[in-house]
DNA sequence: TGTACATCAGTGAACGCGCGTTCACTGATGTAC
DNA sequence: TGTACATCAGTGAACGCGCGTTCACTGATGTAC
């Protein structure tokens, strides 16, 4: 730590330019394309652009990815790790069950969608390719869970229990279209005025508490 | 219609090959534009190749529209209006102000979804550029109106009442996450079983049953 | 501790490709007289 | 009805561009002895 130069990638903030050996290629490239994604929208990348950023040659990436899908998984399999531990995060400032934990999973999602609106759309629309990669799934499995595991809680069912997964699932599709419309039009149509957690709150009291099959 | 040759354009379905003057490229290219938004996704298609499966040269296409993007908005505008009438003839297939009529426009709008997973998501992903046309907002407002329309139909108050813009927004983000996931993960996540119809008639009674400010 | 060497992680030049768009052109069409 | 002409809607060749990917290469790194 005395001396900077014998070790460059032990400051993982800082771009260490001037050494040859990048230290963190893989991660600068992933963020690299993050940001490129968020500026110019889904498959609005090139990995040309990507090495331009990271500071490498454009043959550069190649020496970790086997091509421009596997960048593109990178991004994605990263962004839902992220999202993941958000959702928990959220329910876990909520007391165990409660309706709040669950609305908090929700605007936990909502606001990755607003934050990084490139990225949700990345995750969410195929885009040829990625879509099928099985650790993907995996990662999107795991996603749900969390929602799954707040109903589950908050209607004190297991949380394979049939109502309690479509009810997860219901949550889960109104929270994920309120997000998409949310960055679609950034308040031009409006959400008819009701804010996020008014919105969560209300959708998650209608859908759990309502007896789905009356 | 006793000549075919003095009168080419007059069959509309069959292409007109032999035409030198076209007849209906602007219609024609944006049918094969939709058909390569299908097939790659959005932002996966070329105006040359567009232009192919229309049978002209790549130069042809600039005679009727001013650029790429003025293209992508054509399709776009297209397809809202397709949109629009499938929601509206869903709804007058029920009886006007039943819970049913407001499901059957839910329904329209996942079908679309469904059978043109490529143009749905062009339509609600931005892809720089045609987000701003006026046009193409008034068209998304005109689509709300349907919802917002049969929502107000079934709580027997006016369109402009502030709780029925609320709930017919909460409708409209829940149908839409639906249909999202379900192009998304074409039943490999699975929506926990339940079928569109179940789906939507559970949600708009939660969502216009339920008391909001509870 | 020093040296030899395999491996790693870059470079930069080059490739072929398809794209968006422009250009001068030309054949077909519709209209005025 | 026939002719002259403006306009319309195409052609096809060409442009410059940036991209994805490969290649032979080379400097830096880590390890065995």
Not at 41 to 52: C, I, K, L, N, T
Not at 162 to 167: A, K, L, M, T
């Amino acid at each position: 730590m005395s001396d900077q130069t014998r070790d460059p990638q032990s400051h993982p903030g800082v771009p260490p330019k001037a050494a040859y050996h990048h230290g963190d290629l893989p991660a600068q490239l992933i963020a690299a394309v993050r940001d490129l994604v968020e500026l110019h929208g889904p498959d609005g990348f090139s990995v040309a652009e990507a090495a331009r950023r990271a500071g490498v040659s454009s043959a550069a990436p190649y020496k970790h990815f086997k091509d421009r899908p596997e960048i593109l998984r990178g991004v994605v399999s990263e962004a839902m790790d992220r999202l993941r531990v958000a959702m928990q995060t959220g329910a876990a400032a909520h007391p165990h069950g409660s309706l709040e934990a669950v609305a908090a999973v929700g605007r936990a999602y909502v606001d990755f969608a607003r934050a990084e609106p490139g990225v949700f759309r990345l995750v969410f629309g195929l885009t040829e390719g990625h879509q099928n990669a099985p650790d993907l799934l995996a990662k999107g499995e795991g996603c749900f869970g969390v929602v799954v595991a707040a109903a589950a809680a908050c209607m004190r069912l297991p949380p394979d229990d049939p109502d309690v997964q479509s009810r997860a699932y219901m949550l889960w599709s109104c929270v994920h279209g309120h997000s998409f419309l949310t960055i679609d039009m950034k308040h031009k149509v409006a959400s008819a005025g009701i804010d996020d957690w008014t919105y969560l709150m209300a959708i998650s009291h209608a859908v759990l508490e309502y007896p789905l099959r009356a």
